[in-house]
T-cell receptor
Framework: DQQVKQNSPSLSVQEGRISILNCDYT??????FLWYKKYPAEGPTFLIS?????DKNEDGRFTVFLNKSAKHLSLHIVPSQPGDSAVYFC????????????FGQGTRLTINP | NAGVMQNPRHLVRRRGQEARLRCSPM?????VYWYRQLPEEGLKFMVY????????ESGMPKERFSAEFPKEGPSILRIQQVVRGDSAAYFC??????????????FGEGSRLTVL
């Protein structure tokens, strides 16, 4: 029962272009969504989040969009840089179990020079 | 300014042995979470602890797994009689408050358990 799905295991983007990572969820109780970035042999690090009362949140080169009716969110990185190459995890939480993040399987982003 | 510290980073055990993974949260953090990542999968919640209390262990397997966070010392995730399916990366995270909604869930670098 995969409540958070990242259907693209990998994505390759040219440096300077936009990277778009997608995430779908099934549980309508989720009301907070986060993106984490993970380098090999390291722990995930928080990148950006969005509450269900918003449809967009922006932080520098990173923007997260939330479409509640479609139960879909996306992370846009523009312009993409080589240091952005990592695995990106989408995660979600519900108010009742705020400490229990449900993660997607991850998307490996590779930025090509 | 140490982050979340986990040790050992790598642990190899034979089937039937015990594995103990340790986690020291960030300074000032009193809430600890353990997550497990199986190969090619996302992280899955296992347990949430505060000092001397298990708050939510709904993600823990019913047998062989236990966790504690004593008044003094690190949090321990203990796996008894390990099997090959326990091979995974185990991540500890800590927060200041009881909610992860603000995104302030700080992860350690993980402990990679390999069961032969």
């Amino acid at each position: 029962d995969q409540q958070v799905k990242q259907n693209s295991p990998s994505l390759s983007v040219q440096e300077g272009r936009i990277s778009i990572l997608n995430c779908d969820y099934t549980n309508s109780m989720f009301d907070y969504f986060l993106w984490y970035k993970k380098y090999p042999a390291e722990g995930p690090t928080f990148l950006i989040s969005i509450s269900s009362i918003k449809d967009k949140n922006e932080d520098g080169r990173f923007t997260v969009f939330l479409n509640k009716s479609a139960k879909h969110l996306s992370l846009h990185i523009v312009p993409s840089q080589p240091g952005d190459s990592a695995v990106y995890f989408c995660a979600a939480s519900a108010l009742q179990g705020a400490q229990k993040l449900v993660f997607g399987q991850g998307t490996r982003l590779t930025i090509n020079p | 300014n140490a982050g979340v510290m986990q040790n050992p980073r790598h642990l190899v055990r034979r089937r039937g042995q015990e594995a103990r993974l340790r986690c020291s949260p960030m300074k000032g953090h009193s809430h600890v979470y353990w997550y497990r990542q199986l190969p090619e999968e996302g992280l899955k919640f296992m347990v949430y602890l505060q000092k001397e209390n298990i708050i939510d262990e709904s993600g823990m397997p019913k047998e062989r797994f236990s966790a504690e966070f004593p008044k003094e010392g690190p949090s321990i995730l203990r796996i008894q009689q390990v099997v090959r399916g326990d091979s995974a990366a185990y991540f500890c995270a800590s927060t200041v408050t009881s909610t992860a909604n603000t995104g302030e869930l700080f992860f350690g670098e993980g402990s990679r358990l390999t069961v032969l």
